[in-house]
């Protein structure tokens, strides 16, 4: 099976922008989960979608939003882009209650 | 509150030697997994290794084991023989089964010196 894949991998923006990233889970895995990665906070969880539905949802502000289609393929959204979104946003994908596996990651930079 | 610690931030060892990585992580549940992942520079996170919590015997796979102490809740992932392309970041997780939520911890840097 193809594993997790998000595209773009490498993205250039400027504050006040937004910005829609893209992931496509492993064939079967109904569950997409996003996270932001940066070296100061390390892996902050942003939310889950299981089945086209949010699932649960992590401690970030309303600009930061998601969705998933019916294939369960899922896209992240952040609005008015500020300097402190500027991370690796990673993409995991995982059966209804299992192992999480991650996509290489969208590398986000807010100049 | 559910938490994963993880004690070191950073670590190193001498190729072929072993190397321990602490984990120790908090909650009432009881039903939970608990996982390793490896992070290597600039490449993609993959899983090394996967417990039940239900499973009292520690998870192995080839050169990684686990230390799973219940009670304690303390989490530790063996590596013998290190190896090269051992050097990652390391973070370990905790998935409430109920919850249907991951919990992870801030990462240990592993360096691996020749």
């Known amino acids: 099976k193809a594993g997790v894949t998000q595209t773009p991998r490498y993205l250039i923006k400027t504050r006040g922008q937004q910005v829609t990233l893209s992931c496509s889970p492993i064939?079967?895995?109904?569950?997409v989960s996003w996270y932001q990665q940066t070296p100061g906070q390390g892996l902050q969880f942003l939310f889950e979608?299981?089945?086209?539905?949010?699932?649960n949802k992590g401690n970030f502000p309303g600009r930061f939003s998601g969705r998933q289609f019916s294939n369960s393929r899922s896209e992240m959204n952040v609005s008015t882009l500020e300097l402190g979104d500027s991370a690796l946003y990673l993409c995991?994908?995982?059966?209804?209650?299992?192992?999480?596996?991650f996509g290489p990651g969208t590398r986000l930079t807010v100049l | 509150a559910q938490t994963v610690t993880q004690s070191q931030p950073e670590m190193s060892v001498q190729e072929a030697e072993t190397v321990t990585l602490s984990c120790t992580y908090d909650?009432?549940?009881?039903?939970?997994?608990l996982f390793w992942y490896k992070q290597p520079p600039s490449r993609q996170m993959i899983l090394v290794i996967r417990q039940e919590a239900y499973k009292q015997q520690n998870a192995t796979e080839n050169r990684f084991s686990v230390n799973f102490q219940k009670a304690a809740k303390s989490f530790s992932l063996k590596i013998s023989d290190s190896q090269l392309g051992d050097a990652a970041m390391y973070f370990c997780?905790?998935?409430?089964?109920?919850?249907?939520?991951?919990?992870f911890g801030s990462g240990t840097k592993l360096n691996v010196k020749p």
């Open positions: 995991a994908s995982r059966q209804s209650t299992d192992t999480q596996y």
């Open positions: 979608y299981f089945s086209e539905t949010q699932r």
């Open positions: 909650t009432s549940e009881s039903d939970y997994y």
């Open positions: 064939s079967g895995h109904r569950s």
């Open positions: 997780a905790c998935l409430l089964y109920n919850f249907n939520k991951f919990y």
